[in-house]
């Protein structure tokens, strides 16, 4: 196995579909085996003296030879559904496999599932030893140690990578119907990860190739004793019937009204085909005689088809294997926002009527692609390179995670609370100081006194400023949380979609618990868009309250009296001082300053209006510079925050919103 390209395989009852992928890249391309499409019939032949043929080749060399040649050869088909009961079947499906890929090498077709990543489709509702069975014959095959996958998965990663509908859709809720060749399969996805699947594993299109063989019988008498006569049998049933099935099915849905004929090679025809007698048909049923001996064969132990019971209505049957799994995983219609038809037996119009009835959907909401046969295999080989390269680029997002927030955050927050910083400070600097620390310093200047005193007034002035100050602090507030949880989301949501990655709307509502019949299994990831407010949330109340507290607290008198006042009082001391000294001696001078009675005069000419307006600057400057370190603190906190809830995010996005 070698990582540089993958090889998946929708390894159908009917048809196989092999698409080959590079591991690093999302281009898968399906392998066409000569017949101008994707795909390869699910057919071998066994032939004496000769290697086998698988496929178109096989049906073809068979349906050309003669009776006598038929003596020699074996053909096989629709072997899939019955690996597990029966041995022949498995042995059919490894050397089917393996035949592939010698025939592929013969037409020069490069097919190296030695040297590829090899993933298998499985049904979901495939039981392990299904799973077990099929892994083995796989390697047998020599296709190494295989990964499998649920086919829904494929149908879905197809559909959303070309666009079919959109990933918030297929978050939504999306149901997957594939009606194959032997199988009948649903799934409900909501997300790659959240998976209910259920189906039929007796359900097919094989039981409706019945139906027409017996058509054809019915209608042909003696068909049956020539077809046996040739060795034919499983060869008209499986086949010729099938292909006189697809050709009616096609008929209907172009008009429901006409009536064809189909002849069956050399055995008959069946005619006067209309959609009543269909109909009919389909809601009486009984497996033929042959069709019956060969589940027997198989080892298949089915009440239903085997227990000879009254007759099968098979539009119901596909009905109840609708309703009934949505009743039982307690899916609400409601949640479906979209029907995938992927598989053959979907294209029978009763198909989309019985969907579209019993979900209560618009046909709009049905869709089946350009290529439904395709799909599967197509999505399953893109389901690992997509998850490598999302996986890669994760890795990524959290290895810069750190660096983005401290580069990109952490300026982006240190700009907001800076501004709100300013904001604060010229609040109170122009309501505290200029407004009423002002006049009492003008006032000091007419009236001289105490420096003692002029400190207990702008101390008293200060504090009765207090409720005023809460009311800045928190009005500020506002600055701060506006812009902040925008910008920090928008820094966000760029750096991620720098990465090619994207967080869509879907993902910002995730956190949004999703109710299924009443139990909350939404995911838990967080809400991105949340958890920033949250922080920022966080962040502004701490803020305010930290600034609060050091304004408030008493720290905001004592910034003021220690600061501009300090710088006020010095001048007015060293005046005083002066002057005392001359009268009373240097040491008493000291003691007497800062309580003595100054005269206007000499307060005058210690406070300058240039002192003031200096007093006011440095007032300023040293309340910025107390509340940026109080927020300094809360910021390394917010970040850690924003980290963390980043972490969560890069873990909790999904491959499919990245489609
Ligand atoms: N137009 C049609 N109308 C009805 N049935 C059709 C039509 N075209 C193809 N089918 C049937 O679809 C079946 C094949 O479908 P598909 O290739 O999806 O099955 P598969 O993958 O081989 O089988 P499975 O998934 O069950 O193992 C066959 O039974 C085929 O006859
Ligand atoms: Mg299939």
Same mark, same amino acid.
């Given at each position: 196995?070698?990582?540089?390209?993958?090889?998946?395989?929708?390894?159908?009852?009917?048809?196989?579909?092999?698409?080959?992928?590079?591991?690093?890249?999302?281009?898968?391309?399906?392998?066409?085996?000569?017949?101008?499409?994707?795909?390869?019939? %699910?057919?071998?032949?066994?032939?004496?003296?000769?290697?086998?043929?698988?496929?178109?080749?096989?049906?073809?060399?068979?349906?050309?030879?003669?009776?006598?040649?038929?003596?020699?050869?074996?053909?096989?088909?629709?072997?899939?559904?019955?690996?597990?009961?029966?041995?022949?079947?498995?042995?059919?499906?490894?050397?089917?496999?393996?035949?592939?890929?010698?025939?592929?090498?013969?037409?020069?077709?490069?097919?190296?599932?030695?040297?590829?990543?090899?993933?298998?489709?499985?049904?979901?509702?495939?039981?392990?030893?299904?799973?077990?069975?099929?892994?083995?014959?796989?390697?047998?095959?020599?296709?190494?140690?295989?990964?499998?996958?649920?086919?829904?998965?494929?149908?879905?990663?197809?559909?959303?990578?070309?666009?079919?509908?959109?990933?918030?859709?297929?978050?939504?809720?999306?149901?997957?119907?594939?009606?194959?060749?032997?199988?009948?399969?649903?799934?409900?996805?909501?997300?790659?990860?959240?998976?209910?699947?259920?189906?039929?594993?007796?359900?097919?299109?094989?039981?409706?190739?019945?139906?027409?063989?017996?058509?054809?019988?019915?209608?042909?008498?003696?068909?049956?004793?020539?077809?046996?006569?040739?060795?034919?049998?499983?060869?008209?049933?499986?086949?010729?019937?099938?292909?006189?099935?697809?050709?009616?099915?096609? %008929?209907?849905?172009?008009?429901?009204?006409?009536?064809?004929?189909?002849?069956?090679?050399?055995?008959?025809?069946?005619?006067?085909?209309?959609?009543?007698?269909?109909?009919?048909?389909?809601?009486?049923?009984?497996?033929?005689?042959?069709?019956?001996?060969?589940?027997?064969?198989?080892?298949?132990?089915?009440?239903?088809?085997?227990?000879?019971?009254?007759?099968?209505?098979?539009?119901?049957?596909?009905?109840?294997?609708?309703?009934?799994?949505?009743?039982?995983?307690?899916?609400?219609?409601?949640?479906?926002?979209?029907?995938?038809?992927?598989?053959?037996?979907?294209?029978?119009?009763?198909?989309?009527?019985?969907?579209?009835?019993?979900?209560?959907?618009?046909?709009?909401?049905?869709?089946?692609?350009?290529?439904?046969?395709?799909?599967?295999?197509?999505?399953?080989?893109?389901?690992?390179?997509?998850?490598?390269?999302?996986?890669?680029?994760?890795?990524?997002?959290?290895?810069?995670?750190?660096?983005?927030?401290?580069?990109?955050?952490?300026?982006?927050?240190?700009?907001?609370?800076?501004?709100?910083?300013?904001?604060?400070?010229?609040?109170?600097?122009?309501?505290?100081?200029?407004?009423?620390?002002?006049?009492?310093?003008?006032?000091?200047?007419? %009236?001289?006194?105490?420096?003692?005193?002029?400190?207990?007034?702008?101390?008293?002035?200060?504090?009765?400023?207090?409720?005023?100050?809460?009311?800045?602090?928190?009005?500020?507030?506002?600055?701060?949380?506006?812009?902040?949880?925008?910008?920090?989301?928008?820094?966000?949501?760029?750096?991620?979609?720098?990465?090619?990655?994207?967080?869509?709307?879907?993902?910002?509502?995730?956190?949004?618990?999703?109710?299924?019949?009443?139990?909350?299994?939404?995911?838990?990831?967080?809400?991105?868009?949340?958890?920033?407010?949250?922080?920022?949330?966080?962040?502004?109340?701490?803020?305010? %309250?930290?600034?609060?507290?050091?304004?408030?607290?008493?720290?905001?008198?004592?910034?003021?009296?220690?600061?501009?006042?300090?710088?006020?009082?010095?001048?007015?001391?060293?005046?005083?001082?002066?002057?005392?000294?001359?009268?009373?001696?240097?040491?008493?001078?000291?003691?007497?300053?800062?309580?003595?009675?100054?005269?206007?005069?000499?307060?005058?000419?210690?406070?300058?209006?240039?002192?003031?307006?200096?007093?006011?600057?440095?007032?300023?400057?040293?309340?910025?510079?107390?509340?940026?370190?109080?927020?300094?603190?809360?910021?390394?906190?917010?970040?850690?925050?924003?980290?963390?809830?980043?972490?969560?995010?890069?873990?909790?996005?999904?491959?499919?919103?990245?489609?």
């Amino acid at each position: 196995m070698s990582d540089s390209s993958i090889l998946a395989i929708d390894f159908g009852t009917t048809n196989s579909y092999f698409c080959k992928c590079p591991a690093d890249q999302i281009s898968p391309v399906g392998v066409d085996f000569g017949s101008g499409r994707d795909g390869i019939p %699910t057919a071998i032949l066994y032939r004496q003296n000769k290697k086998p043929l698988v496929g178109n080749p096989a049906l073809h060399e068979y349906g050309e030879s003669s009776n006598e040649e038929r003596k020699d050869y074996r053909l096989c088909t629709q072997f899939k559904p019955d690996i597990t009961t029966s041995e022949d079947a498995a042995k059919n499906a490894e050397d089917f496999l393996r035949t592939v890929v010698e025939q592929s090498q013969r037409q020069h077709i490069v097919l190296e599932p030695a040297r590829s990543e090899v993933i298998i489709g499985v049904p979901s509702e495939a039981e392990k030893s299904f799973r077990a069975k099929l892994t083995e014959i796989a390697e047998a095959a020599g296709y190494g140690r295989v990964k499998l996958l649920d086919e829904p998965k494929g149908a879905l990663l197809s559909h959303l990578w070309h666009k079919d509908f959109s990933p918030d859709e297929a978050l939504r809720g999306v149901l997957i119907v594939d009606f194959g060749g032997g199988t009948c399969d649903f799934a409900f996805l909501r997300s790659l990860e959240e998976c209910l699947s259920w189906g039929d594993m007796e359900l097919g299109g094989r039981l409706f190739d019945d139906l027409f063989f017996q058509w054809l019988l019915e209608q042909n008498a003696g068909a049956m004793k020539k077809i046996e006569k040739a060795g034919d049998t499983y060869y008209v049933h499986s086949y010729l019937c099938r292909e006189v099935k697809e050709f009616f099915s096609l %008929t209907m849905v172009r008009d429901r009204s006409e009536s064809v004929n189909k002849s069956v090679g050399q055995y008959g025809s069946v005619r006067d085909m209309s959609w009543t007698t269909f109909i009919q048909k389909a809601r009486a049923y009984n497996p033929s005689r042959v069709f019956a001996g060969y589940l027997q064969g198989v080892g298949l132990e089915s009440d239903r088809l085997l227990g000879k019971n009254d007759p099968i209505d098979l539009i119901e049957w596909f009905r109840t294997s609708l309703t009934q799994g949505l009743a039982d995983k307690n899916i609400d219609t409601g949640d479906i926002s979209r029907v995938i038809l992927a598989g053959g037996s979907s294209q029978w119009p009763f198909v989309s009527d019985v969907i579209s009835e019993s979900l209560g959907l618009d046909a709009s909401k049905l869709m089946r692609s350009d290529r439904p046969y395709a799909v599967i295999s197509e999505g399953l080989a893109i389901f690992s390179p997509l998850q490598k390269k999302f996986e890669k680029t994760r890795s990524r997002l959290r290895t810069e995670l750190p660096e983005f927030c401290r580069a990109k955050v952490r300026s982006l927050v240190h700009r907001t609370t800076d501004a709100y910083v300013v904001d604060v400070a010229t609040d109170i600097i122009l309501e505290l100081f200029d407004k009423r620390i002002r006049p009492v310093l003008l006032e000091y200047k007419t %009236t001289g006194g105490s420096l003692a005193e002029l400190k207990k007034s702008v101390s008293s002035k200060a504090k009765s400023f207090e409720p005023e100050l809460k009311k800045i602090v928190e009005s500020r507030m506002e600055t701060l949380s506006m812009g902040l949880s925008e910008q920090v989301r928008d820094v966000l949501t760029r750096w991620i979609e720098s990465h090619g990655l994207s967080i869509g709307d879907a993902q910002i509502n995730q956190g949004r618990r999703i109710s299924i019949g009443g139990d909350a299994i939404g995911s838990e990831l967080p809400d991105l868009y949340g958890g920033i407010m949250d922080a920022v949330g966080w962040f502004v109340v701490g803020t305010a %309250t930290s600034i609060g507290a050091i304004l408030c607290g008493g720290a905001g008198t004592a910034i003021l009296i220690s600061g501009p006042i300090g710088l006020i009082g010095g001048a007015v001391l060293a005046l005083v001082i002066a002057y005392l000294t001359v009268r009373q001696g240097k040491e008493k001078a000291a003691k007497l300053a800062e309580n003595w009675d100054a005269p206007a005069w000499v307060i005058k000419r210690a406070l300058t209006n240039s002192k003031i307006h200096k007093a006011r600057q440095v007032f300023r400057s040293q309340l910025e510079e107390r509340l940026r370190q109080e927020t300094l603190i809360l910021q390394d906190e917010f970040e850690a925050r924003i980290r963390k809830i980043t972490e969560l995010q890069i873990e909790g996005l999904s491959e499919i919103t990245q489609l």
